[in-house]
């Protein structure tokens, strides 16, 4: 007889035990969605971040993808560019989300607009050189911000799933403790159920948050580099468009050579 309880207490125990999968518990939520709607909040809300996230991560990779390919010929094709107003028209027919290109165009706007207003009070107060400078940082600050786009997504998923999974799990803990004390027993299949969803709380939690943080690290390292060409190409535009002297790629160093035109003309819009 003992041994006869004991196996069936041990066949109850499995059976619990089968319960705590991801398929009842969505099962148990669609079945009972008034008992169970702070668990279907939880879940709904961890289902969005992570979807959110996941766009960003695609949406973001695929920008600095493309920026990093496009980088080099970009800045190749200004440097190799005959003359300045052929420089600003292969700028003009880059891509709109092309950043390189809009930086040259910014600087190649604000040189013509200081020699179109020569005499004026603006000239007298800003030379070409300062007034190029305050174009170029302009145009790298904007540049910037954008690479920015969808950080804080990141930052904030990896932050807060974590804790939205951990609020899913005191849930499913406090379901647990409410399942004993109406049961009136501390057998596993009174507490399997609501301890399994929390192990799943958790796990989803951790599955949105894991990826965001990688992606927002990366992605962060990625923006300081592409930041650092912004930089190296807007002192090398300074040089050219406020000196007139042409800067020329070279494999070791990069050497200053006369311009075809030191002024190029307006930029468009």
Request: charge should be neutral.
């Amino acid at each position: 007889m003992i041994q006869a309880a004991i196996t069936a207490a041990a066949d109850t125990n499995a059976q619990a035990l089968t319960k705590v999968g991801a398929s009842e518990f969505i099962g148990n939520i669609i079945e009972h969605p008034l008992t169970n709607w702070a668990d279907a909040i939880v879940l709904i809300v961890l289902i969005v971040m992570s979807i959110w996230s996941w766009y960003y991560i695609v949406s973001i990779a695929i920008r600095n993808s493309q920026i990093r390919a496009r980088m080099p010929k970009v800045i190749q094709k200004f440097w190799d560019t005959p003359s300045a107003q052929d420089a600003v028209r292969v700028m003009e027919k880059q891509p709109r989300s092309e950043p390189f290109s809009k930086i040259a165009l910014d600087a190649a706007s604000a040189a013509a607009h200081h020699q179109r207003h020569e005499g004026s009070r603006m000239v007298e107060a800003l030379n070409r050189s300062e007034f190029v400078d305050r174009a170029l940082r302009q145009g790298v600050d904007r540049e910037s911000r954008n690479l920015e786009g969808g950080l804080t997504v990141l930052a904030t998923v990896g932050s807060a799933a974590v804790f939205v999974g951990l609020l899913g799990t005191v849930i499913g803990i406090y379901r647990a403790l409410i399942s004993l004390g109406a049961s009136g027993e501390s057998s596993i299949s009174a507490v399997a159920g609501p301890v399994g969803e929390c192990l799943i709380m958790t796990a989803i939690g951790l599955a949105a948050a894991i990826p965001a943080v990688i992606a927002y690290n990366a992605y962060s390292r990625a923006n300081r580099v592409t930041i650092a060409h912004f930089d190296e190409f807007a002192h090398d535009l300074h040089d050219f468009f406020a000196t007139g002297a042409r800067v020329e790629m070279g494999s070791s160093s990069m050497a200053a050579r006369p311009a075809a035109a030191a002024t190029p003309p307006a930029a468009k819009k």
